[in-house]
Structure formats: C-alpha cells, structure tokens
C-alpha cells in the first residue's frame, strides 16, 4: 500500500496537481441474520477502497478505486483532472497542513477478533429464542441481525501529513410481532457497542418483548393539543433529522435559518447540544476528523444560546473561522462534506420516570416514522406518524397509535421544558434523552 500511495503521489505532481491527498478505508466485517430460528443472512467481508482527491486550478477533484495496480494510478490521476476541470464551485479549497497532533483515543477492542462466526450467531440465535419465548403473544420474530466490524482509515497528503486510526464495532439487535385478539403490533431494540460482552443476548430480548407487547390494542387519541414527552429514541430521530441546520455547508447554501443567530438565544435555557468526537465509547468517535484535522468537542447550543455551526476547512475559511473539525465521508467513494460526530442533548438530572410525575396528563411519543417525506429542514416543519402512550400522574396508561405529531422544531427548541437523565445512542452518533416538550398538535381520530 505504502508503495502504491508514494507512486501515487509522484504521478499526481508530475500531472499539475497542487496538492493530492489520499483517504483509504480497509474493513473487515462480519454480519448475520435470522428469522423465526433459522439463519437466513450471512456475510463475511474485506475490503479495501481508496478516495483521491486534488487541487487542479483551484478546483477540487475526486477519484476513487478498489484496485491497487499501476493502472489505477493513472486513472485516480486522470479521474481528479477531469473531476477538477468540471467543478463549477468557486469557493477556495484546501488540504490540511497537518498541524497540530491527533488526540489518543482507543477504540479498539482485539477480544472481538477471537470471537468465531459459530460464537456470534449462538448469541443471535440464544436472543431469538429468548423473544420467541418469553411472553405468549409473541406471535412471530422478525429480522434478528448481528454484526461486527473492524475498519482502519489512513488519510496521506502532499503537505507531509500521514494519519491513521483502528476501530471495532459491533451489534445485536431483535424485533418481533406480537398478536392478542385482532390486534397485532411490532417492536424492536438494538445494541451497538464497541465490546461483544455488552450484547447481552438476555437483556436485549427482554427490551425487544417488553416494547413489543406494550403496543398492544393500541388506539388513536382524539385530535387535539396535548402536553408531550418524547422518548429518548423518538427525540434521537427528530434531531438526527434536522441535525443539518447546525452545518455551515448548509447554512452557507441558504438553507438553514440559525445563519446570522449565532449568540442569539434559539432554545429553552435547558438546552445543551454537544458535539464530542472524544466521547468514549461513542460510535462515532474518531481522532481526527475526514481532512485529518485533530478532533476536539465543541458545545453548539450553550443553555440555548447557539455558540457556532459546525465546519470543515473550506466553510470555515468561508466564514473567517477556525474549522470545528466535521468534515466526514460517507466512503472512501464519496466527497468531503460537514457533519456532526457524537451529536447529541445534554441530559438533565431526573430519571424518567420523575420526570413524568406531577405532569398530569399526556402523551409519550415512543417512536416516530416518515421522518424524509414528513419533515423539512429547511423551515422546521415536521408531521409524523407516531406510536407512544397516554400518562397520567406519572403512570402508564393506554397504548397509542396511528396518530400524527406536528409542530416545528425551531419552536420545539424553545418550548422545552425539562430533559430526563436517560441519554441513548440508538442510531450510531446521534443521541438525546428523554424530553418533555411541553404542547404539541396531535391528529388522531
């Protein structure tokens, strides 16, 4: 590799780029998937992919392979030229200098190589069985799925600066239907971690029935105003969605409306966003960020004063600012662009239970849906399908769904009034606890 990266290099200076840099991922991974006991899904996979991109005129161009040949070479080399002369951007583009040292962070956990593919799907089937079992309206399991993954990115430029980092990652995750009469409802819950020891085949069963069963004979409520509670997983899902106003690359494209309001006041005093690449155990920790900047947290909203967007070299640049280190690359394959590591709320101080107590009445939401086609971010506005439940006095009551939540999340922001203690990670990077968001609009029956 190291020689194909240095004739690489050589051939990209001869051919007028000005600066180059190299971004390869190689991953090892394993992934299995089982329905009603039998495996249905299994894949053991290495690969390793490289992105190229370069400087040409002042223009930025990509290229990428999956071979590592002298032909390649020619084609990276060609494939920025041409990618360059085609980019109509006329924003200044860069390459990090390689400044400044990348913090240590391990996130890597050798026991997972030691662990067998018979090991792992022992666990998958131990925690179907366990679903399929332990409650009698459990009608049937759906796609049960576990995973493992162990991935190095190496990023190399013509400024001298060659970093790398190692990880491991894995998951087990359950879903089920159950019946009771005419009613039937699914449910589900996932665990990702960076140690197979935290997969506790028992525990995750348990959460996946528990959620199962509790939507049962679930109804819609009349339309009307009510106090809400997201749950931590469906607030996760609204922030995750609207995650993209907090980008400069999109607030400098117009479409954010936080643009010009950063020391403005923009949510309830209770809020907290925080962006921490350095999280431990956070899925989606890293040292330094798609340009090998150094990774360091940032608070973007600061007891609901919004403090900075997040920006890579060339929006920072744009702006006169420092880059918060978020450029990211969905793949080797794929461009630069700004987005959000560890990104998640502040949590507060009571459990979530305490914080429904003394509330009176209202609903949970638990989970939402239709998050691309019922949600804008652009100006804010969301409607969504959702399940929860009613509460009253603290207390669980009647299971709800087929209902739509409407709102808007700049307003939301503001109109929080208290978040619980319970932080979750459900989808990789993106997390929120438990939030009481004071009035929604509710369509039911």
Do not use: W
Not at 94 to 115: R, V
Not at 151 to 178: K, P, W
Request: hydrophobic share 40%; net charge negative.
């Amino acid at each position: 590799m190291q020689a194909f990266l240095n004739r690489l290099m050589d051939a990209a200076g001869k051919a007028g780029l000005t600066a180059c840099e190299a971004y390869v991922v190689e991953s090892d991974s394993f992934e299995a998937g089982s329905t009603e006991g039998e495996i249905i899904e299994y894949n053991s996979n290495t690969t390793r992919a490289l992105g190229f991109r370069g400087i040409y005129k002042g223009r930025m161009g990509y290229a990428s392979t999956e071979a590592f040949d002298g032909e390649a070479v020619d084609q990276l080399v060609k494939g920025v030229l041409e990618s360059a002369e085609l980019n109509e951007d006329p924003d200044e583009v860069f390459l990090y200098d390689g400044a400044g040292e990348a913090p240590e962070i391990n996130l890597q956990n050798p026991e997972l190589a030691q662990i067998s593919p018979q090991e792992k799907i022992n666990r998958l089937l131990t925690m179907e069985k366990l679903i399929k079992t332990a409650d009698p309206r459990i009608d049937k399991t759906a796609y049960n799925g576990i995973y493992n993954v162990h991935s190095t990115v190496r990023i190399l430029n013509s400024h001298g600066m060659n970093r790398c980092y190692t990880e491991d990652a894995c998951g087990l995750s359950g879903n089920a239907s159950a019946k009771e009469g005419d009613s039937i409802t699914t449910g589900g819950f996932a665990v990702n971690a960076r140690s197979f020891d935290k997969l506790d085949a028992e525990k995750i069963a348990t959460e996946t029935v528990r959620r199962t069963v509790e939507g049962l004979n679930a109804k819609p409520v009349p339309s009307g105003k009510y106090r809400v509670v997201l749950f931590n997983e469906a607030m996760t899902s609204l922030l995750g969605v609207f995650s993209g106003i907090f980008s400069a690359e999109v607030a400098q494209k117009g479409l954010s409306l936080l643009a010009g309001k950063a020391g403005q006041q923009i949510a309830a005093p209770c809020i907290n966003l925080i962006d921490d690449p350095l999280l431990p155990d956070g899925m989606a920790s890293r040292p330094f960020d798609a340009e090998g900047v150094p990774s360091s947290a940032h608070t973007v909203v600061e007891n609901g004063v919004f403090q900075t967007f997040l920006y890579d070299l060339k929006t920072a640049h744009k702006d006169g600012v420092a880059t918060t280190g978020n450029a990211s690359r969905a793949s080797a394959a794929s461009s630069v662009h700004v987005a959000p590591s560890n990104f998640y709320l502040k949590p507060g101080g009571k459990s979530f239970d305490a914080l429904l107590e003394g509330m009176g009445e209202g609903i949970v939401i638990t989970e939402v849906s239709g998050l691309h086609a019922g949600a804008n971010p652009v100006s804010g506005d969301f409607s969504l399908l959702s399940k929860g439940y009613i509460f009253r006095n603290g207390k669980r009551d009647k299971a709800v769904e087929q209902i739509t939540i409407a709102g808007n999340f700049y307003e939301l922001l503001k109109s929080v009034q208290e978040l619980a203690n319970d932080l979750a990670f459900p989808r990789g990077g993106i997390g929120s606890p438990s939030v009481d968001v004071g009035e929604l609009s509710i369509s039911g029956c």
